[in-house]
């Protein structure tokens, strides 16, 4: 029989790319919590309206009663915990909500799965994971010389938003060192492709750079970051999920760092070709603008232990990954159009207004 796998946070960005290739792919059956927070957005599950195997519950990870309702009702052989929220300038602007959701919302889930689990039957115990999808940036900035981020790498988070990631990574930890809820962990790096929302960097540049507005590069746009393709990101959790062991760690990279200059300055590039502006190159509308309050300087991840242990690897470049992101906005822009209600201007009023 088809496992049966309670994923939070379904309706996000890579969330719904996860239940989207599961259920292509008939590997399980999926409830999908999701809280629809101004970055949960149905209309990412669009391709799955009429399949029975996918249920959406509209409903909390802090709501206690209703996670061990779902599992008892549905009985999931596996929790894949992706709820959270996920952006940094909005956690130095209101962290309560990222404390809420990261640390105590991953607690009540945990709490929840510990009950459960220790009610399942033999076989269906040993078999039980929860996965706990979570950041690189728990291990804080690396010089430009350092090595990669590695499983055995120090946390040493600096915003509110990896704070609160590295909170419920410790908490995912202590529950399999504690009871031996059989647990995995995953840190990944940046995440692109389409249905990322318009206010990370890639798509708030490609949004910004249709409409015609600044290109809001921080400080001297020397920050770097290593960027996976989200399809790539989903394999290696699917991959994880299968074969991992319990209370193990791993890191997931695309192997493709770039300074934010450089990124920007080849998705600039994508769009003359795409998307020329009257104006001139869109590489004109850069504009340096006050830096993000302690940004990080550089992360990069080594995947070795995934490849090695696992036989993961990711199937795109950041050239073609970012062509076909280009052009899925292109494509698509009915779905930029409805994210960007009053929230969403809100938000780049607050954000960019005085920087
Ligand atoms: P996202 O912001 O696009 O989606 C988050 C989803 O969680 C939304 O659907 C939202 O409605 C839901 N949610 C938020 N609070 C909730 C709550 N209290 N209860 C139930 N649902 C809730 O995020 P994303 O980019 O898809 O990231 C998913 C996960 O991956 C997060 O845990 C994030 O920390 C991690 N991650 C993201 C990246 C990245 O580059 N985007 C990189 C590394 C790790
Ligand atoms: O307008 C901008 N201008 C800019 O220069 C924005 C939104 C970002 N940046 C810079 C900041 C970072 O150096 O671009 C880089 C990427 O920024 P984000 O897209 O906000 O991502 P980052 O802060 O690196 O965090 C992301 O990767 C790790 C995700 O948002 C996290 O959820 C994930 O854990």
Known sequence: MKPTYLVTGGAGFIGSWFVTAMRQSRTARIVNLDALTYAGNPDNLAELQNDPDHILVHGNINDGELVARLLAEHRPDAVVHFAAESHVDRSILDPDAFIRTNVLGTGVLLGAALRYWNGLPAGRKDRFRFLHVSTDEVFGSLGPQDPPFTESTPYDPKSPYSASKAGSDHLVRAFFATYGLPVLVTNCSNNYGPRQFPEKLIPLMICNAVSGKPLPLYGKGEN?????????????????????????????????????????????????????????????????????????????VSP????????????????????????WYLANADWVRRVQDGTYRRWMEINYAKR
Not at 262 to 275: K, N
Not at 315 to 321: M, N, P, Q, V
Request: charge should be negative; charged fraction near 25%.
């Open 304 to 327: 070795a232990k995934i490849e090695r242990d696992l036989g993961w690897t990711p199937k795109h470049t950041l050239e073609t990954g970012l062509e076909d992101t280009v052009r």
């Open 224 to 300: 770097v970051r290593d960027w996976l393709h989200v399809e790539d990101h989903c394999a290696a959790i699917a991959l994880v999920l299968e074969k991992g062991r319990a209370g193990e760690t791993y890191l997931i990279g695309g192997k493709a760092e770039r300074t934010n200059l450089d990124l920007v300055t080849s998705l600039c590039a994508v769009l003359d070709r795409l998307a020329p502006s009257n104006a001139g190159p869109h590489a004109n509308a850069i504009t340096f603008v006050t830096d993000r309050p302690g940004h990080d300087l550089r992360y990069a």
